[in-house]
């Protein structure tokens, strides 16, 4: 079989579907995976073939990021230019012969190619979207609501991609010969086209959905040796377990006011830290012998390693922690981090989490209370690390 995997975003919207066709590969299958350019590197180390897509989106985003309110808006200007160019790159990809399309929602594009090829179209979701339910409300949504307006709230999902539909109207007419109108991601989705890829056990497929929308589990690649770096090597050595700190591609603001706080607050609690800056929302400067500053590492390898993973939110970094069996404590910034922090909490394997205004005091109270979660995380991650949700994945794909 030959799959085509669409996605685009940053590392957490590329790895799971990078994993998806390293599985595909390992079953035989032929995957072509489409992907930012800027993963090629990625692709080529776990030998899928990979076809690269414009980044100028993401270059855009690492531009702006911290430059403040003007430069955001000025940004936003350039995105529907910037969003043509990409699905222009996207119906090159129809090209290629191809039994099904699994796109990524963000890539906009993926169904009209699946449409173009004949085939059929699958959304890989990493959270909910779609399929409304009275159970809980859109993870997307940025505001509380009354839990009778669970199931209203879901109209968010379709909200968010309307400015973008003429855009994608005029491309599918222009450039694929298609007609003008065409079914949204939430009408393929309501009808089956979809992956749901979480694990149950972090979130069960609410009563009010159909038999399909069952998840698969986290999209996970096999680990890979990796060495760490000497000074991480001897810091981990060098005492018991640290704190890992890190919140990914979230942007704080103010980076050296989050580190005093975070640096304050690991002391506090009496732990040593390994700090990773990520895409910038903590300050590089800021090693001690009792704190170790890196860019990144393998949550794969590095989790196992560390007492308490404090951390955003973000999906991917949630299942990581979650596999590892460690407790988390989160610091949610912005999108479904908040709903993934009061799911965690919910599962007692994390405190509250900490919205608001941070204080060192609130974080050296929040990492106490998660080391005292331990047990109950390594229970859920044994459950979770026992579900192979790309081989689910690749069932689905291939039945």
């Keep these: 079989m030959r799959p085509l995997l669409i996605t685009v975003g940053s590392r957490g919207d590329v790895q799971p579907f990078l994993a998806l066709a390293a599985g595909l590969r390992a079953a035989g299958h032929r995957p072509l995976l489409a992907a930012p350019r800027r993963f090629a590197p990625l692709a080529a180390a776990r030998g899928v073939e990979f076809a690269g897509l414009d980044d100028e989106m993401l270059a855009l985003r690492d531009a702006v990021r911290g430059q403040g309110v003007r430069a955001a808006i000025t940004a936003a200007r350039s995105v529907k230019p910037l969003l043509r160019r990409l699905l222009d790159d996207e119906a090159a ?4 012969p191809a039994d099904a399309v699994v796109h990524h929602p963000k890539a906009l594009g993926g169904p009209s190619v699946a449409e173009k090829l004949g085939v059929p179209a699958l959304a890989g979701l990493l959270l909910p979207l779609y399929l409304p339910t009275a159970a809980f409300p859109s993870p997307i949504l940025p505001f509380r609501l009354p839990r009778g307006l669970n199931r209203a709230s879901w109209g968010v999902s379709s909200a968010v991609e309307a400015p973008y539909r003429g855009t994608v109207r005029r491309w599918r007419a222009e450039t694929l010969g298609l007609p003008g109108r065409f079914r949204t991601v939430s009408a393929l989705v309501e009808a089956g086209g979809v992956l749901h890829a979480w694990s149950q056990h972090l979130l069960p497929v609410p009563a009010d959905w159909p038999a399909f929308a069952r998840p698969t589990g986290f999209w996970t690649l096999p680990e890979e040796e990796w060495t760490p770096p000497a000074p991480l090597a001897r810091f981990l050595d060098g005492g018991e377990p640290p704190v890992y700190v890190g919140f990914g591609s979230s942007f ?16 506090l609690a009496g732990r040593r830290a390994v700090l990773a800056t990520g895409w910038g929302a903590l300050r590089r400067d800021a090693a001690g012998d009792d704190v170790l500053v890196i860019e990144e590492a393998p949550h794969e390898w590095l989790f196992p390693r560390v007492a308490v993973a404090v951390h955003h939110g973000g999906m ?10 460690v407790p988390q404590v989160i610091r949610p910034f912005l999108g479904d981090q908040p709903f993934w922090a009061g799911r965690l ?18 974080l050296a ?26 081989a689910a994945a690749v069932a689905r794909i291939t039945a």
């Design 93 to 96: 990809l129809a090209a290629h």
């Design 252 to 267: 704080s603001g103010d980076p050296e006011a989050l580190t005093r706080t975070v640096l304050e607050g690991v002391r």
């Design 316 to 325: 991917g970094t949630v299942a990581a922690a979650l596999r590892a069996g």
């Design 345 to 362: 909490h919910r599962l007692g394997v994390a405190p509250a989490p900490l919205t608001g205004r941070l204080s060192p005091a609130r």
């Design 365 to 390: 109270a929040a990492i106490e209370a998660a080391s005292a979660l331990a047990p109950a995380a390594r229970a859920l991650g044994e459950r979770v690390t026992a579900e192979d949700g790309v």
